[in-house]
């Protein structure tokens, strides 16, 4: 048990010397900002995700198949935003490969205005649910977390994709000692899990009983953190700025 306590510690409170510097907390911080928008697409924009897209393949074939309450076009259309975010988050990677710090802070500004943006939009749309309103939140949203996953696949933190969590949950559960394994970084990878599962909580209960657009907004204010933790290190030469 300790060891995995001490994983997930490491993780929110790394080493100076560790080989990718203060990137694991952020993109645990990334993570959190996951959960928040997938809640408030599933719930608000209705059964469509922004940031899984493996469920939206899974809701287009719902669809198609007559289920009530899946929309293809809502689906088809997060996944085409999804992947034109994933290609701006793979030039913000070709402009910054040679400093890890000052990618993540780019896409992190970028993300930041994307989902601003939509917290301003769902603010004023008198339903964020339908008509333009909804496609338009599906547009920048799905652009804001394609361009995340872009640079975090790109920054290459191991255990720390900020979305997918199954391969995840499958390596905590194959490396684990009840498989025979070590338990190599079951803490980091149950963190991850854990802050995904909080985020999407947390979004679910401000969505629901608070305001809809409130998720997005403290979205943009953990982006804004990250922002300015990662502006510290823009002139840095340590080694975890470095590309893997």
Not at 68 to 96: D, I, M, P, T, V
Not at 102 to 123: I, K, N, P, Q, T
């Amino acid at each position: 048990m300790i060891k995995p306590l001490h994983d997930a510690w490491t993780t929110l409170a790394p080493r100076p010397d560790d080989r990718h510097g203060p990137l694991p907390p952020l993109l645990i911080g990334l993570t959190l900002v996951t959960g928040l928008v997938d809640a408030f697409s599933y719930l608000v924009l209705g059964h469509v995700f922004v940031a899984n897209m493996t469920g939206n393949v899974v809701f287009m074939a719902f669809a198609l198949a007559g289920a009530k309450g899946f929309s293809l076009s809502a689906s088809a259309l997060a996944l085409l935003a999804f992947a034109a975010g994933a290609a701006l988050g793979g030039r913000l990677a070709n402009r910054f490969a040679a400093h890890r710090g000052r990618l993540l802070l780019a896409v992190a500004v970028a993300e930041g205005v994307l989902v601003l943006a939509s917290y301003a939009c769902s603010a004023v749309a008198a339903d964020s649910g339908r008509g333009w309103a909804r496609y338009l939140l599906i547009v920048l949203l799905g652009l804001a977390m394609g361009a995340q996953n872009g640079v975090v696949r790109k920054l290459a933190v191991p255990d720390l994709t900020t979305t997918v969590l199954t391969l995840t949950i499958t390596g905590a559960a194959a490396d684990s000692r009840v498989a025979g394994g070590t338990d190599g970084k079951v803490g980091r990878r149950l963190l991850s899990a854990v802050t995904m599962f909080l985020g999407a909580y947390a979004g679910a209960l401000l969505a629901l009983h608070v305001s809809a657009a409130l998720p997005l907004l403290v979205c943009g204010v953990v982006l804004a953190a990250e922002a300015a933790a990662l502006s510290r290190h823009t002139r840095s030469d340590a080694p975890w700025t470095l590309p893997t």
